[in-house]
């Protein structure tokens, strides 16, 4: 595919809709195009193929993380210099990009460069965050990052991540919270309250976890719109 390397606008890739949502909001400071086809990897690789038909000249993968390191808190962001993926493979992320973008949010928000591996299923309980944590060294997990750097790498295209850090290492996700989003990256309400009547005991775990989310959101949202001059990313 011919590139045209003046293309306005870069391609953002979300897993979840209020992700996509944050960087919607400021569509009106420049172009550029989001992709919102749910969690996952295999979604992620094809919403961002699908940015490539765009002429798209970089991709970021943008959203909330879980953390593996005990350091990184709720509402921490991150934005790292590799990505990888569960069987070990790494893709660097663009070391201009990565500067720029940092320089750019500090003081603001200090942002770690600690690295994220990208899994198929949610690493969702303290012992298979360590576990994770262990065999890749990486510091927080994510489920779209690997597969959109790998698209930029097969395509030339300079990468970039941000990530916001929701649930910690040693926090449990409750199965509540898990079956709370529908494929397509929207939550369900409806499904989640109905869920609740019959499993009360999982409100606080619930109510824990919207805190960890609205904490790395509130992260997000500044970061978006702090960031947004750097090459017109958001």
Same mark, same amino acid.
Request: glycine share 10%.
């Given at each position: 595919?011919?590139?045209?390397?003046?293309?306005?606008?870069?391609?953002?890739?979300?897993?979840?809709?209020?992700?996509?949502?944050?960087?919607?909001?400021?569509?009106?400071?420049?172009?550029?195009?989001?992709?919102?086809?749910?969690?996952? %990897?295999?979604?992620?690789?094809?919403?961002?193929?699908?940015?490539?038909?765009?002429?798209?000249?970089?991709?970021?993968?943008?959203?909330?993380?879980?953390?593996?390191?005990?350091?990184?808190?709720?509402?921490?962001?991150?934005? %790292?210099?590799?990505?990888?993926?569960?069987?070990?493979?790494?893709? %660097?992320?663009?070391? $201009?990009?990565?500067?720029?973008?940092?320089?750019?949010?500090?003081?603001?928000?200090? $942002?770690?460069?600690?690295?994220?591996?990208?899994?198929?299923?949610?690493?969702?309980?303290p012992g298979a965050k360590s576990k994770l944590a262990s065999r890749t060294g990486a510091a927080a997990v994510d489920m779209e990052s690997?597969a959109v750097a790998a698209v930029a790498a097969e395509n030339a295209l300079p990468f970039l991540a941000v990530r916001a850090i929701a649930?910690?290492?040693?926090?449990?996700? %409750?199965?509540?919270?898990?079956?709370?989003?529908?494929?397509?990256?929207?939550?369900?309400?409806?499904?989640?309250?109905?869920?609740?009547?019959?499993?009360?005991?999982?409100?606080?775990?619930?109510?824990?976890?919207?805190?960890?989310?609205?904490?790395?959101?509130?992260?997000?949202?500044?970061?978006?719109?702090?960031?947004?001059?750097?090459?017109?990313?958001?």
């Open positions: 595919m011919t590139r045209n390397a003046h293309a306005p606008h870069v391609g953002v890739v979300t897993g979840l809709v209020f992700e996509a949502q944050i960087v919607e909001r400021a569509r009106h400071a420049n172009g550029h195009d989001v992709v919102c086809q749910g969690a996952g %990897p295999q979604s992620a690789r094809g919403a961002a193929e699908g940015l490539l038909h765009r002429d798209v000249r970089g991709l970021v993968s943008f959203g909330i993380a879980g953390a593996l390191d005990p350091g990184l808190r709720s509402g921490a962001l991150v934005v %790292p210099e590799t990505v990888m993926s569960e069987d070990g493979t790494a893709w %660097p992320c663009d070391r $201009a990009w990565v500067r720029q973008f940092t320089d750019m949010l500090s003081p603001a928000i200090a $942002a770690s460069p600690a690295s994220v591996v990208s899994v198929s299923r949610i690493a969702a309980t690997a649930d910690g290492a040693t926090d449990a996700l %409750p199965q509540i919270a898990l079956d709370a989003t529908r494929a397509d990256g929207s939550i369900d309400v409806m499904h989640t309250l109905r869920a609740l009547a019959l499993a009360p005991w999982q409100l606080p775990g619930l109510i824990r976890v919207a805190r960890q989310t609205s904490q790395a959101k509130r992260t997000l949202a500044r970061a978006a719109d702090i960031g947004r001059p750097v090459f017109g990313l958001f």
